[in-house]
């Protein structure tokens, strides 16, 4: 049972940063593409950053680009999500996932993609 665990939620003024951490634990992790996604309330899911089982390829949301950065430790079997000049509205439950099948070489943006999830860490950005 592949299980994933976000960290490093929290409230941070507008401008701040916070890096948000995923662990993953029973699967080999160095062979999956991972992502974060988030949600707001009352919005739908979306996407946010993405990166290839090698870490070669990335993917952002063209409203994070440039202030957010994902990146991964296989040694550690942990993903990252740094960002940065946060906003109000960046103001979300943040998800990590991973990619469904192995090995892909691309780095996907769409939920359909990804399976299983973690449990989601709230990030909130005041004004």
């Known amino acids: 049972q592949v299980q994933l665990v976000e960290s490093g939620g929290g409230l941070v003024q507008a401008g701040g940063s916070l890096r948000l951490s995923c662990a993953a634990s029973g699967r080999t992790f160095s062979r999956y593409g991972m992502g974060w996604f988030r949600q707001a309330p009352g919005k739908e899911r979306e996407f946010v950053a993405s990166i290839s089982w090698s870490g070669g390829n990335t993917h952002y949301a063209d409203s994070v680009k440039g202030r957010f950065t994902i990146s991964r430790d296989n040694a550690k079997n942990t993903v990252y999500l740094q960002m940065n000049s946060l906003k109000p509205e960046d103001t979300a439950v943040y998800y990590c996932?991973?990619?469904?099948?192995?090995?892909?070489?691309?780095?996907?943006?769409?939920?359909?993609?990804?399976?299983?999830w973690g449990q989601g860490t709230q990030v909130t950005v005041s004004s």
């Open positions: 996932a991973a990619e469904t099948y192995a090995f892909k070489d691309y780095a996907p943006s769409s939920a359909a993609d990804f399976g299983p």
